[in-house]
């Protein structure tokens, strides 16, 4: 399934691919592999494949995904979006990034950004 991210003038930003977990009638939980190049972010490196459990909503104005180590599978943290609700398809999600997000550490530590 393809996820589209886009921005406040509904213009995709980013898209990759995810397969479902699960889905509910306002809910899907997706896996996908992050697809860019590593970097630093929030004290940890993102890694390309570290592996991803994203939650993405039609009735909520936020996304949580789950991150976790390519390498050990050591879970890294939880990473918010707050957005639009999701559009949810048969082969797609898409949401509108609001440009606030959360980030919850393994550790607990958390950091508001934009």
């Not at 972010?41 to 936020?62: A, H």
């Not at 082969?91 to 934009?114: E, M």
């Amino acid at each position: 399934m393809k996820i589209l991210k886009k921005n406040i003038n509904d213009e995709v930003t980013w898209q990759y691919e995810g397969v479902v977990l699960s889905r509910e009638k306002n809910a899907i939980t997706l896996e996908a592999l992050f697809n860019r190049d590593d970097m630093p972010f929030m004290g940890i490196i993102l890694k390309r494949n570290d592996r991803f459990v994203e939650t993405f909503y039609s009735d909520r104005w936020y996304n949580i995904f789950e991150i976790y180590d390519r390498d050990d599978g050591k879970f890294k943290g939880f990473y918010c979006n707050i957005g639009k609700p999701a559009i949810i398809e048969d082969d797609f999600v898409s949401y509108v990034d609001l440009a606030l997000d959360l980030w919850v550490s393994a550790n607990g530590d958390s950091n508001c950004f934009r």
